[in-house]
């Protein structure tokens, strides 16, 4: 298979392969989590709690007091990447393109040597995150085989990407079907994989925020 | 598998619910939990990243309530929790986790691991793999009423006591009181001023109150070791004594976990709404206070601070009553570092300290409460659990530290203005 021929099936029939998996996935996920349930809370609350968990999802993205000092590279390394990431896919005008294709929304992007920046930023930032995970003790104990996957579905796409963009090989057409192809394996193995979180984290974090609100505090 | 193993497994099945996968299926592996506990802070030893402790929930979780985990189970290439892993468990379920909950403040993606810890315990407890010593007091407790074999006659005779020492009078099953007394363990045993200082109080308020001779003992083990049918029948009690004698409000004593077990498991336990107020005694004090019938002279003349008990402060929503108790009559009161809602636990809770097994372990975590209070130069730290003051007494001794506990509803007793 030449490069223009996987370009073709990754554009075509691969993104649309991709897309169904990572929606079902994700709706079978969400429902594995939500149709578990919870039994009623008949302790009365102290007070009227209502938007405890919506506030705890936002609230729950900024560091407790003391915890940036102990744990700098999990928090930096996190944001730098995290940030980086969402303005390298979102941001990105041919990126843009392909949303409007897909959805039909449209929205501004930034001007490219911007988010060249925060491509290279992220990717210093899981180069960071990687050393972090190899070298701390409880990082190690933690890491599984899913971990390293993880790392990797969000590593190559950043990386092909940016190859892809500066023409860092000679095979452009190839370096971008390899950069979709890696896209698409990315959503396959999202809602299967600790990447999940970008969805379950906000019902964690409501859950948490609601649970901690009943009783007076915000968590 | 062993009856006892499938047992554990099946509770654990049992506790998973909405959260707990949302929490699971959320874990990053970020590691930041580990710098949020104090076992970890004080040991530097990896297996007490909170999120570890409950591996063997994790996989169930997985194996049960996953596609891709039954999946890998019917094909058998999931590793099934076996009654080994769970021994090796107990000691990083039980001893190394006070179920304080600052974790769950902390982790990024929101779980409340303190919550599936308690959880946890339920499937450990069910298979054999409690704590000799938890078990020991959760039997008591079932027996005599107290986990300190406390009989109601070792009351009575600290009711005279303190009738003599306090010049009150003790009420004892009266019908229709506005409040129902209780005490921990430890407060009979260690500190009966409290009941006196409770006393004093509620009589100074012009409030009625009374004891129960049917249930005067808060303390409850069956949520610590985590047997909710025994935690049921110990909070059953309470609510039994509280309903026959009609009393508006039960006052939960200096003790944290009686807080949780009464005020926010017991209606759960019990499956349905109490007929009564559940209330820490802070929050009474901090009632009668802004009602203006704690009357209060003098202040007493120290630099001191305030160790927040877990289960009362961030797991009870109680931190700010404390304070504004402290500010009438501390002048000099001054924040620990991290206060309220983040405080650092003594180490000692959630059945640490019934834990024998669990004791160096425990004197090595005080290290993070020893740190605070010399950082703090204070020489008098004042707190409003039972458990903790017995916990960090003991630790004060160890350490040789020369610090002065004291207990606030004792405190805020001897500055009322009498009338």
Request: with cysteine; aromatic share 8%; net charge positive.
């Amino acid at each position: 298979m030449s490069g223009l021929e996987l370009l073709t099936w990754a554009r075509g029939p691969g993104l649309v392969l991709a897309v169904g998996i990572c929606i079902f996935g994700v709706i079978l996920r969400l429902i594995e989590i939500l149709a578990l349930g919870r039994q009623a809370d008949l302790a009365s609350p102290r007070q009227n709690s209502t938007g405890s968990g919506w506030r705890t999802i936002f609230t729950r993205s900024l560091p407790p007091p003391g915890m940036l000092r102990r744990a700098p590279l999990t928090y930096l390394g996190g944001y730098v990447f995290h940030i980086g990431m969402a303005i390298a896919v979102f941001f990105f005008v041919p990126h843009i393109e392909l949303f409007r294709g897909l959805l039909g929304l449209r929205w501004p992007g930034l001007p490219n040597p911007l988010v060249d920046i925060a491509s290279i930023a992220a990717i210093i930032a899981l180069l960071a995150l990687l050393v972090g995970r190899l070298v701390d003790p409880v990082k190690r104990l933690l890491t599984n085989a899913g971990d390293w996957l993880a790392w990797a579905l969000t590593f190559v796409p950043l990386i092909t990407g940016y190859s892809a963009y500066h023409h860092l090989f000679e095979n452009y057409t190839l370096t971008l079907a390899v950069h979709i192809v890696s896209v698409e394996l990315l959503l396959v193995l999202l809602p299967f994989s600790k990447l999940f979180h970008v969805f379950s984290l906000f019902i964690a974090r409501w859950y948490n925020g609601e649970i901690s609100g009943r009783k007076g505090v915000a968590s | 598998m062993s009856a006892s193993l499938q047992r554990g497994v099946n509770a654990f099945k049992e506790v998973i619910d909405a959260p707990v996968a949302a929490f699971f299926a959320s874990c990053v592996h970020c590691g930041l939990c580990a710098e949020s506990c104090l076992f970890y802070t004080e040991t530097g030893d990896p297996q007490y990243t909170p999120i570890h402790k409950l591996e063997p929930l994790r996989r169930v979780w997985q194996q049960e309530y996953t596609l891709l985990g039954r999946l890998a189970k019917l094909v058998g290439l999931a590793k099934p929790v076996t009654d080994a892993e769970l021994a090796a468990w107990s000691p990083l379920v039980y001893d190394s986790c006070s179920m304080c909950g600052r974790c769950s403040m902390v982790c990024p993606v929101g779980n409340d691991i303190t919550l599936m810890i308690r959880k946890m315990r339920e499937g450990m407890a069910a298979a054999g793999h409690a704590p000799e010593g938890l078990v020991t007091a959760t039997q008591r407790s079932i027996q005599s009423g107290s986990p300190a074999g406390v009989k109601w006659v070792t009351v009575q005779a600290q009711i005279k006591r303190m009738q003599k020492q306090f010049g009150i009078d003790i009420p004892v099953n009266l019908e229709n009181a506005d409040y129902l007394v209780l005490m921990s363990s430890w407060e009979i045993l260690n500190y009966p001023e409290y009941l006196g200082s409770v006393g004093r109080i509620l009589d100074n308020a012009g409030a009625t109150w009374t004891l129960s001779e049917h249930a005067y003992e808060a303390t409850n083990s069956g949520i610590q070791i985590g047997v909710s049918d025994l935690a049921r029948e110990l909070v059953g009690r309470i609510v039994k004594a509280a309903e026959d004698l009609k009393v508006k409000c039960v006052i939960s004593p200096e003790c944290g976990h009686a807080y949780t077990a009464l005020r926010w498991e017991g209606p759960n336990l019990m499956g349905r709404r109490f007929g009564f107020e559940v209330k820490h005694i802070l929050e009474v004090l901090d009632d009668l206070r802004r009602s203006g019938r704690l009357k209060l002279k003098g202040s007493i003349d120290k630099p001191l601070t305030y160790h927040d008990p877990c289960q009362i402060s961030r797991r009870g929503g109680v931190h700010q009553q404390p304070r504004a108790l402290l500010r009438q009559i501390a002048p000099q009161f001054r924040e620990m570092s991290d206060p309220g809602v983040m405080n650092w636990c003594c180490g000692g809770g959630g059945g640490v300290s019934a834990n024998e097994r669990a004791e160096p372990l425990r004197t090595i975590a005080f290290k993070r409460k020893k740190a605070q209070i010399e950082k703090l130069g204070v020489n008098t730290v004042v707190t409003s659990c039972a458990n903790c003051r017995v916990v960090i007494e003991e630790a004060l001794e160890h350490y040789h530290m020369n610090i002065e506990l004291l207990g606030l509803t004792e405190l805020v007793a001897e500055h009322l203005a009498e009338d």
